[in-house]
């Protein structure tokens, strides 16, 4: 479906000023008032720029809010929670307890260790693979349910409360089931497992709720004018802000993130129990920092009947042979505007239309923001290989008493490292000299990044075989307990490399769901773009039986054929994507106001132009 992107200026007509806002707030719910600690001071105090100053003039971000900072230590200590857990699991599940180990799953002491691998269950590489990936997909495929509840029914903050609390309750099972005893009695699967999708589950309630709730804090709505002490005439952009918000929050993430080395220490000299428990306890920052900042964030309310007002929207749009209009992209969505229907029917029946004109732009650039979340798995397999593939590599190779799971926390590490770069270097440098670079770009370069991460791997799997003792079966540990003379550090680009590849792709994934979200559904929205990881995850279940010896180069091929086309696809097809977005967070709308109500006179929309999907 193909017809001309959003211009810059198509501003609702329907849409009040935020500055209106400041000065009114009775034109909001009680829920959605700006709170003394200014969480939502407008800057809209100096002009909205022209067409011509808005295309040429350089954007800035609006500076971060301590709120919004106090959000990225709850997912931080989130983070550091489910990934400390989660980093040792493929071990935890694979190998069985080392020889000469202490039953804790920890390895032999002394020169007898050197080369183990820490393991509790023996269960293997495809056993492994399917547990873990199912955990990772109900993670990623929960946070829709958890996006809808906090769209329609509680609230993001109340979501994610509800998770946290949730969380504590996985952690506890999770140390129980690496007790020594437990291992050894053969009773660790039970709980670990139930304790692994009991973790999922809390997750899927924060995860699509904390960045959407961070981003809601930004204080610019419109672009606004602003002078520099050195005379530049700057836009402060609100997509530029949530672009800046959303890095420093995925720095957070892998500041987390690399708490895990500590988990993959515990796991392999004093055991699992310890490496489970680490980050629980850090876990428990989140209900502190949570229950301080209740009153001090704006809280959008939540809107009962959004998701199925999204439904309902489809459903006119194709009724009636509307399915035949659907490479027309205007002619299909116009068939859900109440301006069309009532233009073309004279009445409207209130009962069943409960939208307006806007929001059916709104879905419209939802769902071409979507489309672009439908290729992130390709990017996300090609970051750590599928399933368990780049685990096996790693248990093939000589480990200098290094635990072989640690080479994996390089990749939160190269984020912390080449994040603060990108933000405030490389970025910067290139919007000042007029090429910002736009969402297509980055994720085109991320891709870049995951097809020759995926080369490398295959080279390097190659390698493997030639080198070890047991060929084409170097990483299975029934077969081969000799490794080969290759170092685990030879596998620090699989890590480094997609790792920066995350900043451009993962980043800015999160930024089209919030931009191009309705400003109800941006919950559900940004859990689509989660939903990508899920994708990813059940590719790796579907293929848990192909990763292993001796077919373990094979998938390196195929992803970094994929990424490569991914990476021209990007800015030849979805360039429509690059249109900046001028108002997407809209305080009113937000709240639930602008929508038309029975026995109101619909008007139409000003904003008659959208998107191509």
Not at 112 to 135: D, R
Not at 350 to 373: G, N, P, Y
Not at 441 to 452: A, K
């Amino acid at each position: 479906m193909e017809s001309a992107p959003v211009p810059p200026t198509a501003l609702p007509a329907s849409t009040v000023n935020a500055e209106d806002l400041h000065k009114d707030k009775t034109s909001l719910e009680p829920e959605a008032e700006v709170h003394p600690a200014g969480a939502l001071e407008y800057v809209n105090d100096d002009e909205e720029p022209t067409d011509e100053e808005f295309n040429t003039l350089r954007k800035v971000p609006a500076k971060m809010k301590w709120v919004s900072i106090a959000l990225c230590t709850i997912e931080l200590a989130e983070r550091a929670s489910y990934l400390g857990c989660s980093g040792v699991v493929k071990n935890f599940v694979n190998r069985p307890l080392p020889k000469g180990g202490n039953g804790a799953g920890a390895v032999a002491p002394g020169a007898a260790g050197e080369n183990q691998t820490a393991g509790a269950l023996g269960k293997g590489t495809v056993t492994a693979s399917a547990v873990y990936n199912a955990f990772i997909f109900l993670a990623y495929v929960l946070p829709i349910v958890g996006g809808i509840v906090a769209d329609t029914k509680w609230g993001r903050f109340k979501t994610i409360a509800v998770g946290t609390g949730v969380g504590i309750i996985a952690h506890v099972l999770l140390v129980i089931s690496a007790i020594p005893s437990v291992i050894g009695g053969g009773h660790a699967i039970g709980p670990f497992l139930l304790s692994l999708y009991i973790l999922s589950f809390a997750s899927g309630f924060i995860k699509p709720c904390l960045a959407t709730l961070m981003c809601d804090q930004i204080p610019v709505k419109r672009p606004t004018l602003k002078t520099l002490p050195s005379g530049e005439r700057v836009i402060v952009d609100p997509q530029t802000t949530v672009q800046r918000y959303l890095l420093i929050f995925y720095f957070c993430i892998n500041v987390g993130g690399f708490f895990a080395i500590a988990s993959s220490y515990s796991a392999r000299f004093v055991g699992y129990w310890l490496a489970y428990l680490l980050p629980g306890i850090v876990y428990m920052i989140m209900p502190l920092v949570l229950a301080f900042l209740y009153k001090k964030l704006y809280h959008a309310p939540p809107q009962g009947s959004v998701t199925l007002e999204a439904f309902r929207v489809l459903g006119t749009c194709l009724k009636n042979g509307g399915w035949k209009t659907i490479f027309n992209a205007d002619k299909f969505w116009n068939r859900a505007k109440p301006s069309q229907i009532l233009a073309e029917q004279g009445s409207i029946d209130h009962s069943k239309i409960t939208w307006d004109d806007l929001f059916v732009d709104e879905m419209r650039q939802s769902l071409a923001a979507c489309v672009v979340f439908l290729l992130t798995p390709i990017f996300i397999m090609a970051d750590g290989g599928i399933g368990a593939q780049e685990n096996a590599l790693s248990s093939a190779v000589t480990l200098d008493n290094a635990p072989n799971d640690v080479i994996d926390n390089l990749n939160p590490l190269t984020i912390i490292f080449f994040t603060p770069i990108i933000t405030y270097g490389f970025y910067p440098f290139f919007e000042k000299i007029g090429y910002p670079l736009k969402p297509m770009t980055r994720l085109s370069i991320g891709f870049m990044l995951g097809c020759i991460n995926m080369i490398y791997g295959a080279v390097l799997q190659w390698k493997v075989y030639k080198t070890s003792p047991c060929g084409y079966y170097a990483s299975t540990a029934d077969v081969c307990e000799d490794v080969s003379s290759i170092s685990i550090w030879a596998l620090t680009p699989l890590q480094a490399l997609p790792a920066i590849g995350e900043i451009f792709v993962m980043v800015t994934g999160y930024e089209l769901a919030y931009t191009r979200a309705p400003a109800r559904m941006k919950g559900l929205v940004y859990a689509i773009c989660l939903f990508s990881s899920a994708i990813s995850s059940a590719i790796g279940l579907a293929c848990s039986n192909a990763i292993q010896d001796p077919y373990l180069i094979w998938p390196y091929v195929a992803l970094a054929v994929a990424c490569f086309i991914c990476a021209v696809i990007f800015p030849v097809f979805f360039r429509h994507l690059n249109e900046p977005t001028r108002v997407f967070a809209d305080p009113a709308r937000q709240a639930g106001k602008l929508q038309p109500i029975e026995g109101e006179e619909v008007k139409h929309s000003a904003n008659t132009s959208s998107e191509k999907i």
